[in-house]
């Protein structure tokens, strides 16, 4: 992720797991019909600070399904049961300041076991997509 041609952070999908074991014991069943976890390390830089928005992060809010055959869910791939999988201490922060560094999972409640789930914030003009299940 770069702004006024510096990079401010620098992420990693290390790992897609589709229907994972949940660990949190208040978890509930997927209201779409299944989870998918992205295991996430991110570091920001020190120039973050600098930029408009002094965070970044890979909230909710910003995500998409599409489905294999090109279907794209209309519905929330960042529900309450997706976020009540994992216990806290696992969950990715929902964005880092300048100079953070993070490991973590972010859970989405997808209603198909393949598909590819897409990233793009509203600042930017092109996001990120990866296909679940990894190949």
């Given at each position: 992720?770069?702004?006024?041609?510096k990079?401010?952070?620098?992420?990693v999908?290390?790992?897609i797991?589709?229907?994972?074991a949940?660990?949190?014991?208040s978890a509930?069943?997927?209201?779409?019909?299944?989870?998918v976890?992205l295991?996430?390390?991110?570091?920001?830089?020190?120039?973050?600070?600098?930029?408009?928005?002094?965070?970044?992060?890979?909230?909710?809010?910003?995500?998409?399904?599409?489905?294999?055959?090109g279907t794209?869910?209309?519905?929330?791939?960042a529900?309450?049961?997706?976020?009540?999988?994992?216990?806290?201490?696992?969950?990715f922060?929902?964005?880092?300041?300048?100079a953070?560094?993070?490991?973590?999972?972010?859970?989405?409640?997808?209603?198909?076991?393949t598909?590819v789930?897409?990233?793009?914030?509203?600042f930017?003009?092109?996001?990120?997509?990866?296909?679940?299940?990894?190949?």
């Amino acid at each position: 992720m770069t702004d006024k041609e510096k990079t401010v952070a620098s992420f990693v999908i290390n790992s897609i797991l589709v229907d994972p074991a949940c660990t949190n014991s208040s978890a509930m069943r997927a209201k779409n019909g299944h989870f998918v976890v992205l295991d996430v390390s991110m570091e920001t830089m020190p120039a973050l600070a600098d930029s408009v928005n002094p965070q970044f992060g890979l909230a909710g809010y910003g995500w998409k399904a599409i489905a294999d055959n090109g279907t794209t869910f209309n519905g929330d791939v960042a529900s309450f049961e997706s976020y009540m999988c994992l216990t806290e201490a696992e969950r990715f922060p929902s964005a880092l300041g300048p100079a953070e560094k993070a490991t973590g999972k972010i859970v989405f409640d997808v209603p198909t076991t393949t598909g590819v789930l897409v990233h793009k914030q509203a600042f930017m003009p092109a996001g990120w997509e990866w296909a679940y299940p990894a190949k």
